[in-house]
Nanobody, 124 residues
């Protein structure tokens, strides 16, 4: 069992930055792949980034490549999403999730545990 708690959301102007930490508890956290997802009203939940347990394998959605960075600190049981050059289209609730599978995936159905989400609003 893994419990996930996101923080760091808020209101930011276009072009600004936010860092979202996701703190995990559970003895086997370090063996899980982690993903960051977002969902806005009327849209499906979208994977913006994912990282393997080792940190070696990383996925980014095309819409965030070059602007967002996912990384993890297994000594702190925390995965981060650094978001730069934010755009109004990035406005959404952001969720982190943990996947017990051996590969990173953008499929939300593959993830076993979810946080409660944190709101990110980017004003134009």
């Amino acid at each position: 069992q893994v419990q996930l708690v996101e923080s760091g959301g808020g209101l930011v102007q276009a072009g600004g930055s936010l860092s979202l930490p996701c703190a995990a508890s559970g003895r086997t956290y370090n063996t899980y792949a982690m993903g960051w997802f977002r969902q806005s009203p009327g849209n499906e939940r979208e994977c913006v980034a994912a990282i393997s347990w080792s940190g070696i394998n990383i996925y980014y959605a095309d819409s965030v490549k070059g602007r967002f960075t996912i990384y993890r600190d297994n000594t702190k049981n925390t995965v981060y999403l650094q978001m730069n050059s934010l755009e109004p289209e990035d406005t959404a609730v952001y969720y982190c999730a943990a996947d017990q599978g051996p590969y990173i995936t953008r499929n939300p159905n593959a993830y076993d545990f979810w946080g409660q989400g944190t709101q990110v609003t980017v004003s134009s």
